[in-house]
């Protein structure tokens, strides 16, 4: 099991991508556009509620995801990484494996039922054309709020 990951610039490939964090959920909603811009999909981050502070945002993932097509027919991404984690001390105990599975599935409910954020919102979203690539901040890699996950208390957690 990998345990650590090195924080690197890089470019999002191969899709565009816009998404929605809302406050206190424990999930992000991303949207994914081809290279010519057209809608592909969704895809549901499963993590902490986001930890908003004075640089930005922190975001622990929770390995679980959700990819939801067009159509909004979906499956589960990363059931296994998912599975190896739980009961990890780093990660979550079956009690937070069964909230975050809940939290999947409550989104999912929205997914075939055509609700926001999956009822065709921002489908066509395009960036306007004088918006340009932003840069990283020099303190872009700094620790954040320091918060700690609700399902982990592990090292850097």
Not at 74 to 80: F, Y
Not at 86 to 98: R, Y
Not at 147 to 154: L, Y
Request: net charge negative; hydrophobic share 40%; with cysteine.
């Amino acid at each position: 099991m990998r345990l650590t990951t090195l924080a690197v610039p890089s470019t999002w490939q191969p899709y565009g991508t816009l998404i929605l964090t809302p406050p206190q959920a424990a999930h992000s909603v991303w949207w994914s556009f081809d290279p010519d811009g057209s809608f592909v999909g969704w895809y549901v981050n499963l993590e902490s509620p986001v930890g908003r502070w004075s640089g930005g945002t922190d975001h622990i993932d929770q390995a679980l995801d959700i990819l939801v097509a067009p159509d909004r027919s979906w499956r589960w991404k990363d059931e296994e990484e998912f599975t190896e984690r739980t009961g990890h001390p780093f990660f979550w105990d079956e009690a937070g494996a069964a909230a975050i599975r809940a939290e999947g599935e409550r989104v999912i409910a929205l997914a075939e039922a055509g609700a926001f954020p999956f009822d065709g919102t921002w489908c066509d979203f395009r960036p306007g054309p004088g918006w340009a690539a932003t840069g990283l901040p020099w303190w872009w890699d700094q620790p954040g709020a320091g918060r700690v996950s609700r399902w982990s208390t592990g090292p850097g957690r």
